[in-house]
């Protein structure tokens, strides 16, 4: 009898069979995410090792790798990327974040896809979610090589993500190696005082994802020289839960208390301080804005801080409000393409 073709080979018939099979490998990850999303006890230990975790937040990554790994979505990205070389013998080093859950989850299928061994050193604030999924994967793929390691050692290349400090020890100490290295960088939203309340909240969500500690959360707001700033604090209230979290609620008293010492200008609502200020990734409970005068000047901005920002929303584009914490398979970090990188290498 005819085995059933998948969803995915339904959609995208032309690729090759390597590529099909690690397809559907991940097609199949999907539902494996989504038991490991009601795994009371996973959600409880990752809180435990790291209380930024909550279980809402590390069910919302599950839930966002879920839709991210759907069969339209790859097979999107395999149209976009083609077919990867054969399987090597070459080992890739993925040095992992542990900002937000699973935030290293991406290098990581890109090596596999890409045919590589991978050996992966998770982040300290990241070690009991992230094996989770991975250990998933390989419950599916028996020939998938992804090891956690306690160091990165015997690796052909590298892609690491961290600290701008961190990323300077790394271009050392790796240099002889093929690598990608990603420093710290955050989002901006650009208004114009023409959004829809649905748009600022989706907004909102964008903002406090994850309590604002991921490179993809707006910290930095440009805004016309009129804005009511009070539209947007009308639009945060449903996150006010926040300040109710230990960790949050003592960064957000800290640098209230440190303002007011200072005598530093801010609004506030007993989660979040708003003040105006240049610098673009400010500290957990705070965010800044800046007043632009045209759509020339907004632009001029931008451009002058390119290299610190992820993501820019605004209701034209490029990253729709709502969007934000929800990357595609295709949305690389720092707008390199590590699959690419990963193919080009011999």
């Not at 090596?111 to 982040?123: C, D």
């Not at 996150?239 to 979290?245: N, R, V």
């Amino acid at each position: 009898m005819m085995m059933a073709m998948s969803s995915w080979l339904l959609l995208h018939k032309d690729t090759d069979l390597l590529m099909d099979s690690r397809l559907q490998h991940l097609e199949k990850l999907a539902p494996a995410l989504e038991r490991l999303s009601k795994d009371e006890a996973l959600l409880l230990q990752t809180k435990a090792k790291n209380p930024w975790f909550t279980p809402d937040f590390s069910i919302q990554a599950l839930v966002g790798w879920q839709q991210a790994l759907r069969p339209e979505s790859l097979a999107e990205w395999a149209s976009q990327m083609g077919s990867p070389g054969p399987k090597n013998s070459r080992i890739l080093g993925v040095l992992c974040a542990g900002n937000l859950p699973l935030v290293g989850l991406h290098d990581i299928l890109m090596g596999y896809l890409a045919g590589w061994s991978i050996h992966y050193k998770p982040s300290s604030e990241d070690n009991v979610l992230l094996p989770a999924v991975v250990e998933a994967l390989k419950a599916l793929d028996s020939e998938a090589v992804i090891e956690s390691v306690e160091r990165l050692q015997g690796i052909d290349a590298l892609l690491a993500t961290g600290s701008s400090n961190t990323m300077r020890y790394f271009e050392h100490y790796f240099r002889h190696i093929p690598h990608v290295l990603r420093g710290s960088r955050t989002s901006v939203a650009v208004l114009t005082g023409k959004e829809s309340d649905a748009e600022l909240e989706a907004l909102a969500k964008d903002t406090f994802m994850y309590f604002g500690r991921g490179c993809r959360s707006i910290t930095h707001f440009l805004l016309p020289l009129e804005y009511d700033v009070q539209r947007l604090f009308a639009s945060w209230l449903p996150w006010g839960h926040l300040g109710q979290h230990a960790k949050y609620g003592s960064n957000y008293d800290y640098h209230r208390a440190l303002f007011m010492l200072n005598k530093e200008a801010f609004l506030e609502n007993n989660f979040v301080l708003l003040r105006e200020h240049p610098e673009l990734k400010p500290p957990v409970s705070v965010l800044h804005y800046q007043r632009y005068t045209d759509s020339v000047d907004a632009q001029q901005r931008l451009a002058a801080l390119e290299n610190q920002i992820q993501c820019v929303q605004s209701s034209e584009g490029p990253t729709p409000f709502g969007k934000g914490q929800e990357p595609e398979l295709w949305d690389f970090a720092d707008g390199v393409n590590t699959y690419a990188f990963l193919r080009e290498q011999k």
